[in-house]
């Protein structure tokens, strides 16, 4: 009868504990999508782009991903998929269910997450036009700068300026920069978007100067033999071989100048020292070119300087023929077109 009794109450001791156990077992925690990102934001019909889901259990029990969509297909394995666009433009969201299987059982529901991605057979605007309304100005001062840009798909453009140095006001396609305190040339860029991942840029260049910068207005060939084997073409002088020509420089300021360089891709010659090619004749800003003997193309050019450091350079390409019938009488000229 005592070892029965003894049963009984062991019993009694030990049932408590296990109830008292069971109702605090931890419950299963849901899975947790830490992020859903799309590679893209913007496709064109029948493009395709990845999708990656990151999530994770604090449990560490194995997740199941789940994919659906409202428009387009879904390829992949898991957490990473591709997304194919359909050939309909328009916006579709792609959704990423994740579970470890376990809170279903216990009346739970599954992470879930969307992404919203736009189908648009987009053309990239284009920059019409760009520049300052001034090629130069003194420190601190004020110049406007314009853009022009259209899209074709007529959508809304967004123009993002920013500069060397200096400050920008103002918004839209007409814009302000203010120059800095300082002396030097400075680009002042655009970059003008479309809001679905179009975009197209241009930039454009301010010198900032005490007095008015050094300008080389022009460059001038003027054949000195005949016949007149020289010609004007693509931006290019054309010259017989072994023949002279008198190239001169003229610049917005001459006073100003105390030196011009001259070159032709070899030594650097300064008035009134000539070289292989270069003979001053009477003047520092003229000078005696007699063309090699091989065909090809030769770059003259010059610097000019003034005493307190600024400079201006040009340069004019010359195409040495080493044949008569490369130039045309129609076309022969004793001067070239102004080089400007």
């Known amino acids: 009868m005592r070892i029965r009794l003894k049963a009984f109450a062991a019993m009694c001791l030990v049932a408590p504990a296990l109830l008292l156990a069971a109702g605090c077992a931890p419950s299963n925690g849901v899975p947790t999508i830490v992020s859903l990102v799309s590679h893209d934001d913007v496709l064109a019909p029948l493009d395709s782009c990845l999708i990656e889901c990151i999530a994770e259990d604090k449990e560490g029990d194995a997740l199941e991903y789940t994919w659906s969509t409202d428009g387009g297909t879904v ?16 916006i579709y969201h792609i959704t990423c269910q994740v579970s470890d299987g376990v809170e279903r059982q216990e009346g ?18 284009t920059i019409d036009g760009m520049g300052a309304d001034c090629d130069w100005v003194r420190p601190g001062e004020d110049c406007a700068v314009h853009c022009q840009a259209s899209d074709i798909d007529g959508d809304v453009l967004t123009y993002t300026w920013s500069a060397d140095a200096g400050t920008i006001s103002g918004e839209g396609g007409d814009v302000a920069w203010t120059a800095p305190d300082v002396e030097g040339d400075f680009t002042i860029r655009v970059v003008v978007t479309d809001g679905y991942g179009g975009e197209y840029s241009a930039h454009t260049a301010v010198k900032t100067a005490l007095n008015q910068p050094l300008v080389i207005t022009d460059m001038v060939a003027t054949a000195l033999e005949e016949p007149a084997y020289l010609n004007f073409y693509d931006e ?15 610049v917005n300021e001459p006073l100003r100048i105390v030196s011009y360089e001259w070159s032709d891709g070899g030594p650097v010659c300064v008035f009134p020292v000539g070289g292989e090619r270069f003979v001053f004749e009477s003047k520092p800003n003229e000078i005696r070119w007699t063309a090699p003997l091989e065909r ?7 610097v000019a300087r003034d005493a307190d450091g600024h400079y201006a350079e ?5 195409n040495v023929e080493t044949c008569t019938c490369a130039f045309s009488d129609s076309t022969n000229e004793g001067e070239a077109p102004r080089h400007s």
């Open 75 to 90: 390829t992949g394995y898991e957490g990473t998929v591709a997304w194919t666009a359909p050939t309909k433009e328009g």
């Open 108 to 125: 739970g529901a599954p992470a879930r997450e969307t992404v919203t991605l736009v189908v648009k057979d987009n053309h990239y605007p």
């Open 236 to 250: 290019r002088i054309k010259v017989l071989k072994g023949k002279s020509y008198l190239i001169r420089c003229e």
């Open 296 to 302: 090809g193309d030769f770059t003259i050019t010059v």
């Open 314 to 318: 040009k340069s004019m390409v010359v």
